[in-house]
């Protein structure tokens, strides 16, 4: 090879890993432009309103168009897709209905509450008899394959500790509202022969995912917690977070541990189709070491950042609506955290098809191996002109028994 066709091979190879801005094109009246959308979309959801499926959300889609979901409640796990999609909860195990939202015994959980529940050794699918407000004295830890299903109720846990997913597998939960989680005092807890015992002050996480597998928490309403609304961290993986509304939080996400626990080097998440809503900072999510799918998502805004990680995360941002928060400088949707650039520009952090709005901005690093990204995608990307329609009904729905969900 020629002296001349070196140098441009090493030319091409160093633009790879230049970062690149994918950013809102230059119109000659952006803010008409933004309006002009955000018209249509609503439009577009008005007319949406009456449909209880056929809006382009494929976990909808499966489940919301049967008029006999509520004799069919197992039917969902089917429905889920992305890294989790393997998670069957409950399923083919007995209904479990809770019948009581107070009485929360860590020790002694009394039958017909959502902790006698959580803890037993056989599959469940958990369901409520009504509208309640559980108020925990310490974290909920759950055992495997159960499915916490608040179809039908309107059901919030809040204003203590939450839930707890610890060296578990096959877990679902969908449509909770999940607030105003605090940390739970240091006690004993019952559960299973590995989970009993004294636990340490929890972090006060509305959903905390810890050395689990095959995870799916879809549909939930989640603010306002002292940690993070999900994390998962220790080598959790095959989770797939989907079709949530959050809302007022500091640190949303949190999907690795630390930069230094490199067992989550294999860990797979899906984040699709939720709403990140007002009152939002930063960690939507922030990701460390494994590969992460968000597509089509609905950010409406954020003070900090959207998307962020550290220590060499492949991130694959498909298909996701961003509207960038009004401040000059908080335009960037991205932020590559705890090295310099020199490290980071080799991240792949890969943009596609994203709607970028109101100036937002991605920052894409890396050369792209295509088997990297192979890692971090879980499933179709619709085109984001849909994200309206797709996320519509994010959060928990208020589904009511004898109708349409």
């Given at each position: 090879m020629s002296n001349l066709s070196i140098f441009l091979v090493l030319s091409f190879c160093s633009l790879l890993i230049i970062p690149s801005l994918v950013s809102s094109s230059p119109v000659q009246d952006p803010e008409l432009v933004v309006h002009e959308v955000h018209r249509s979309i609503n439009a577009s959801r008005r007319n949406l309103a009456y449909l209880s499926c056929g809006t382009g959300n494929p976990i909808d889609d499966c489940w919301r168009c049967d008029p006999n979901w509520e004799r069919n409640r197992q039917r969902l796990a089917d429905c889920a897709i992305g890294f989790g999609k393997n998670a069957i909860g409950g399923r083919n195990g007995r209904i479990y209905v809770v019948t009581d939202s107070g009485n929360d015994d860590p020790v002694n959980p009394k039958?017909?509450?959502?902790?006698?529940?959580?803890?037993?050794?056989?599959?469940?699918?958990?369901?409520?008899?009504?509208?309640?407000?559980?108020?925990?004295?310490?974290?909920?830890?759950?055992?495997?394959?159960?499915?916490?299903?608040?179809?039908?109720?309107?059901?919030?846990?809040?204003?203590?500790?939450?839930?707890?997913?610890?060296?578990?597998?096959?877990?679902?939960?969908?449509?909770?509202?999940?607030?105003?989680?605090?940390?739970?005092?240091?006690?004993?807890?019952?559960?299973?022969?590995?989970?009993?015992?004294?636990?340490?002050?929890?972090?006060g996480d509305g959903v905390s995912i810890f050395a689990s597998q095959h995870i799916w928490v879809d549909h939930c309403s989640l603010s306002n917690c002292?940690?993070?609304?999900?994390?998962?961290?220790?080598?959790?993986?095959?989770?797939?977070?989907?079709?949530?509304?959050?809302?007022?939080?500091?640190?949303?996400?949190?999907?690795g541990h630390s930069d230094s626990y490199t067992q989550d080097k294999n860990m797979q998440v899906t984040v699709a189709f939720n709403h990140f809503g007002e009152g939002l900072v930063q960690r939507m999510p922030r990701c460390r070491h494994g590969y992460f799918h968000v597509v089509n998502n609905d950010y409406t805004q954020w003070e900090m950042y959207a998307i962020g990680g550290s220590a060499a995360p492949t991130i694959y941002s498909q298909g996701n609506r961003f509207y960038a928060p009004s401040e000059r400088f908080k335009k960037e949707v991205t932020k590559h955290e705890d090295a310099p650039e020199s490290e980071w520009r080799n991240w792949n952090w890969r943009s596609e098809g994203d709607l970028m709005l109101n100036g937002a901005y991605f920052r894409q690093t890396g050369a792209g191996a295509s088997s990297s990204y192979a890692r971090a995608s879980s499933l179709n990307a619709r085109p984001s002109s849909l994200v309206g329609s797709i996320t519509m009904k994010a959060g928990a729905l208020n589904c009511r028994r004898n109708s349409h969900c």
């Open positions: 039958p017909g509450t959502l902790r006698h529940a959580v803890i037993q050794d056989e599959p469940l699918w958990i369901i409520f008899k009504r509208d309640m407000v559980i108020q925990l004295e310490k974290e909920l830890v759950m055992n495997s394959f159960k499915t916490i299903d608040g179809r039908g109720a309107s059901v919030h846990i809040a204003n203590g500790p939450c839930i707890t997913i610890h060296y578990a597998t096959n877990i679902i939960i969908h449509g909770i509202h999940i607030h105003d989680c605090k940390q739970g005092g240091s006690g004993n807890i019952k559960n299973s022969p590995e989970h009993s015992g004294w636990w340490k002050v929890s972090d002292h940690d993070g609304l999900i994390d998962a961290i220790h080598g959790s993986t095959a989770i797939t977070i989907s079709n949530n509304y959050m809302t007022h939080h500091d640190k949303v996400m949190l999907l």
